[in-house]
């Protein structure tokens, strides 16, 4: 008989509960405040438009990314294989490009990073910057980031 009267009082309470609920929700509707977008990120994905260029360097183009042209491809020395990026500068400025990889094959993953200063057009051979970045195999999926700023 106990059990019988701990179920009853349940009962009551779950449905003061909802009968609470129905009243709450019968009211005047709510105004909700408008909703400011957020601002801007300071540094934006890649792909996105790039901010003003430096005043130092007027004859930059815009997006320092035009600057640049990379490769990258897996290359076998002995029993050792790596995956090489290569950059290259055709701007009249001295670039410092901060590069991050991961190349993700069959044996696993492998992490790279590096930072290359890249001397402006027409300065030889440091215009040029390779990356050897020792892989667990060849073949598999590469995914190279860089980050470029003028010096």
Do not use: W
Request: glycine share 8%.
């Amino acid at each position: 008989m106990r059990a019988v009267s701990i179920f009853l009082v349940a009962i009551a309470f779950c449905a003061g509960l909802a009968v609470a609920a129905l009243a709450q929700d019968a009211g005047e509707p709510q105004q909700i405040a408008p909703v400011t977008p957020p601002a801007l990120p300071e540094n934006p994905l890649p792909g996105t438009s790039a901010p003003a260029p430096q005043a130092a360097a007027p004859s930059l183009p815009a997006d320092l990314q035009a600057c640049l042209q990379e490769t990258g491809d897996y290359v076998t020395r002995g029993q050792t294989i790596f995956y090489v990026i290569a950059i290259a500068n055709s701007c009249n400025a001295r670039l410092r490009c901060e590069i991050f990889a991961n190349v993700t094959g069959v044996k696993g993953t492998s992490l790279g990073h590096t930072v290359m200063i890249l001397g402006p057009a027409g300065n030889g051979d440091a215009v040029k910057k390779t990356y050897d970045m020792r892989v667990k195999a060849a073949g598999g999926i590469a995914q190279v980031s860089r980050e470029c700023k003028v010096l």
